[in-house]
């Protein structure tokens, strides 16, 4: 979709701050704030219709938050079969997501819905910032951390869902992750002050850290044994529990990571893993790290982990990933 998006004219316009390429849109409105916007939709990843709901809405603010915004308003938007499903199914997603927004007070002001052959869900976004005070994709420095807000794993989880391979347990422990909000970890790197972010999803980890140091000209180095993974994703990833979303991460990013050579295929799969709803990827200056964390810590977030640093850039391989 990228490619297909670069190929397309750019539309010229001077409120437009930022534009394709990055989490969200920000148009510049008066002196001092704008807003931000972005649309996300998916299919199930989870048995349960209401949990869906609340994992869609959660995955579609996320690229505001990640930008350091603040979401307004949202406009649902959803596919449904409805000859072959009751709509009390629709009704229990729907559910979900407005009661993801109610912890955040944003409410839904409209949506669209059409009829599909399976149900999909998402948002429409819309919300502000301080026009001065946002973050991109691009602002990555040569020394930066790296810092990870949720663990991996959730794709081949959710995969082992569809495949029956998982327990009812792991299914409420990957949804609780899944439906975490972004909001303190944004609040947490807006108060510090950070150089890039981005929301882990997805492209997997390697994916969207690719687009950081693609879009700021650097690399990073990943060290595996600093990345944060839900335990029972191991044994899964083992088992070939990979989604054509991960193996397609895999096909376009594999020329761009230098791997340790005896770190095994099922790990690798892992870092390609596409998920739903992830973590925030955030680049740091050293001397901010501690400050960070700390940050992060007040703000409950699920993992904190020091997972890498950016480095120069090397054309070849954009990406190291070390044992």
């Given at each position: 979709?990228?490619?297909?998006?670069?190929?397309?004219?750019?539309?010229?316009?001077?409120?437009?701050?930022?534009?394709?390429?990055?989490?969200?849109?920000?148009?510049?409105?008066?002196?001092?704030?704008?807003?931000?916007?972005?649309?996300?939709?998916?299919?199930?990843?989870?048995?349960?219709?209401?949990?869906?709901?609340?994992?869609?809405?959660?995955?579609?603010?996320?690229?505001?938050?990640?930008?350091?915004?603040?979401?307004?308003?949202?406009?649902?938007?959803?596919?449904?079969?409805?000859?072959?499903?009751?709509?009390?199914?629709?009704?229990?997603?729907?559910?979900?997501?407005?009661?993801?927004?109610?912890?955040?007070?944003?409410?839904?002001?409209?949506?669209?819905?059409?009829?599909?052959?399976?149900?999909?869900?998402?948002?429409?976004?819309?919300?502000?910032l301080d026009r001065?005070?946002?973050?991109?994709?691009?602002?990555?420095?040569?020394?930066?951390?790296?810092?990870?807000?949720?663990?991996?794993?959730?794709?081949?989880?959710?995969?082992?869902?569809?495949?029956?391979?998982?327990?009812?347990?792991?299914?409420?422990?990957?949804?609780?992750?899944?439906?975490?909000?972004?909001?303190?970890?944004?609040?947490?790197?807006?108060?510090?002050?950070?150089?890039?972010?981005?929301?882990?999803?997805?492209?997997?980890?390697?994916?969207?850290?690719?687009?950081?140091?693609?879009?700021?000209?650097?690399?990073?180095?990943?060290?595996?044994?600093?990345?944060?993974?839900?335990?029972?994703?191991?044994?899964?990833?083992?088992?070939?529990?990979?989604?054509?979303?991960?193996?397609?991460?895999?096909?376009?990013?594999?020329?761009?990571?230098?791997?340790?050579?005896d770190i095994p295929?099922?790990?690798?799969?892992?870092?390609?893993?596409?998920?739903?709803?992830?973590?925030?990827?955030?680049?740091?200056?050293?001397?901010?790290?501690?400050?960070?964390?700390?940050?992060?810590?007040?703000?409950?977030?699920?993992?904190?982990?020091?997972?890498?640093?950016?480095?120069?850039?090397?054309?070849?391989?954009?990406?190291?990933?070390?044992?």
């Amino acid at each position: 979709m990228a490619q297909v998006l670069r190929s397309m004219p750019d539309h010229q316009d001077e409120t437009i701050l930022i534009g394709r390429g990055d989490d969200a849109a920000i148009i510049r409105m008066g002196d001092r704030k704008s807003i931000v916007q972005t649309i996300d939709y998916i299919s199930p990843v989870v048995n349960d219709p209401y949990g869906f709901g609340q994992v869609a809405a959660a995955n579609a603010l996320s690229d505001i938050y990640a930008m350091g915004g603040t979401p307004a308003f949202v406009l649902n938007i959803i596919g449904f079969p409805v000859n072959t499903l009751p709509l009390s199914i629709m009704e229990e997603i729907l559910r979900g997501g407005m009661d993801k927004l109610l912890e955040v007070g944003v409410p839904i002001v409209g949506g669209h819905s059409y009829e599909d052959h399976a149900p999909k869900y998402g948002m429409a976004v819309t919300g502000y910032l301080d026009r001065e005070h946002y973050v991109t994709k691009s602002g990555a420095k040569t020394g930066d951390v790296l810092i990870l807000t949720k663990p991996i794993g959730i794709g081949v989880i959710t995969t082992g869902i569809d495949l029956q391979l998982t327990t009812p347990q792991l299914e409420e422990g990957v949804l609780r992750i899944m439906t975490t909000l972004n909001n303190g970890a944004s609040e947490a790197m807006m108060k510090v002050g950070v150089n890039a972010c981005t929301d882990v999803t997805g492209f997997g980890l390697l994916g969207h850290l690719y687009e950081i140091v693609n879009s700021s000209m650097v690399s990073a180095e990943i060290r595996l044994s600093q990345v944060p993974v839900i335990p029972e994703a191991w044994e899964l990833a083992e088992k070939q529990a990979i989604s054509n979303g991960t193996r397609n991460n895999q096909r376009i990013l594999r020329e761009k990571v230098e791997w340790d050579q005896d770190i095994p295929d099922s790990t690798r799969w892992l870092l390609y893993d596409a998920q739903t709803s992830g973590g925030l990827l955030i680049a740091v200056s050293p001397e901010k790290k501690d400050l960070l964390i700390e940050e992060l810590r007040k703000a409950n977030c699920i993992a904190i982990s020091e997972i890498g640093q950016i480095i120069n850039r090397d054309d070849d391989h954009p990406i190291r990933v070390k044992k």
